[in-house]
């Protein structure tokens, strides 16, 4: 995958029908998403509890564009290999999931796999500073982790920003997370973030039989971003 800072939607499937995994992800990509962002919940970072490597194993034959894993779990590392073995594009951890984030990143990148760092909304940009030379991504939440349709937590603009000046001109995503809808998108293009990923603005109101739905919205969230370049 060769760099670019082009406008990309990443649909998470936390929002999609839980019966249907496969005809989900085949629907989204279809219309229109650029990565599937699959949201990794172990019931102890986070308040719910979701995929299993053999999961997201099952999920990689459907997608045929770039899968997104943001692992919301503690302690991540013994967990590395197993999602990168399952068939990760890129994987995500959480700063705040242990001490050692530095090495977690090593050992993200020791895969052959993109890797990421993920920011809670109360955890300042700045705490990337010494990480930069290990990140191919750094994922704002703009809400707190855990749970699709949550309401958009606005510090993560301002946030963006910080993060966009850190990073210059090195070739890493900046991702948000949460809330992201055609409302909340235009001022996170205008701080700087490129990846943009939604639950419950893609899936609402569609499903396998109505993906045209999951089209509409996909496009209603990359014209507003598009139209704040
Ligand atoms: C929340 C997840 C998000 C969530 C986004 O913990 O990391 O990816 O699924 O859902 P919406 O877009 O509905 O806020
Ligand atoms: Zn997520």
Request: overall charge negative; some cysteine; aromatic content about 6%.
């Amino acid at each position: 995958m060769t760099f670019d800072r082009k406008i990309k939607i990443a649909p998470s499937i936390l929002s999609a029908d839980f019966a249907n995994f496969g005809a989900e992800i085949r629907a989204i990509e279809a219309q229109g998403a650029d990565w599937v962002h699959v949201d990794v919940m172990d019931g102890h970072f986070v308040p719910n509890l979701t995929f299993g490597p053999p999961a997201v194993k099952a999920f990689r034959p459907h997608v045929k564009t770039f899968m997104d894993v943001h692992l919301m779990i503690a302690p991540v590392d013994p967990f590395i290999e197993a999602y990168a073995d399952a068939g990760a594009d890129l994987i995500t951890a959480h700063i705040e999931a242990g001490p050692h984030i530095h090495r977690t990143l090593q050992a993200i990148r020791a895969t052959g796999k993109k890797a990421g760092v993920s920011l809670n909304p109360g955890t300042p940009a700045e705490s990337i500073e010494h990480l930069l030379d290990l990140l191919d991504m750094v994922l704002v939440m703009s809400v707190n982790p855990g749970f699709g349709g949550q309401k958009f937590i606005p510090s993560a603009i301002e946030k963006t920003r910080k993060v966009r000046a850190m990073i210059g001109d090195r070739p890493i995503h900046i991702q948000i997370d949460g809330g992201v809808d055609p409302t909340t998108v235009g001022p996170l293009v205008a701080a700087g973030a490129d990846c943009f990923v939604a639950g419950s603005a893609v899936f609402k109101g569609g499903s396998v039989d109505r993906p045209e739905v999951y089209g509409a919205n996909i496009r209603a969230i990359r014209a507003a971003a598009m139209a704040a370049l």
